[in-house]
């Protein structure tokens, strides 16, 4: 089991920055991929960005490429999203994941930061 903990979201204007953190634990050699989604109201959860232990494959969707940045820090067990230039549609809750294979359903989930950006 890999229990992951979001932290870092919160209210901020258009233009802003803000950096999501996503701690885990357990059995971490199961996380050999770690991912970020959101889910905005009334939306299916997306797809953000995915990094690998390794920090040698890095992918992210198109909405958010250019102005989101995902990092690892293994030694803390913890992953980073940096978003920088946020607009009012990234609003969502924003969700931490962990698998050991790439794949579009994670096994293992965070419970979720709001983020919420006024215009």
């Known amino acids: 089991q890999v229990h992951l903990v979001e932290s870092g979201g919160g209210l901020v204007q258009a233009g802003a920055s803000l950096r999501l953190s996503c701690i885990a634990s357990?059995?971490?050699?199961?996380?050999?991929?770690m991912y970020w989604f959101r889910q905005a109201p009334g939306r299916e959860r997306e797809f953000v960005s995915r990094i690998s232990r390794s920090g040698g494959s890095i992918y992210y969707a198109d909405s958010v490429k250019g102005r989101f940045t995902i990092s690892g820090d293994n030694a803390k067990n913890t992953v980073y999203l940096q978003m920088n230039s946020l607009k009012p549609e990234d609003t969502a809750v924003y969700y931490c994941?962990?698998?050991?294979?790439?794949?579009?359903?994670?096994?293992?989930w965070g419970q979720g930061t709001q983020v919420t950006v006024s215009s």
């Open positions: 357990g059995r971490t050699f199961s996380s050999s991929f």
């Open positions: 994941a962990a698998d050991a294979v790439i794949t579009a359903s994670p096994t293992y």
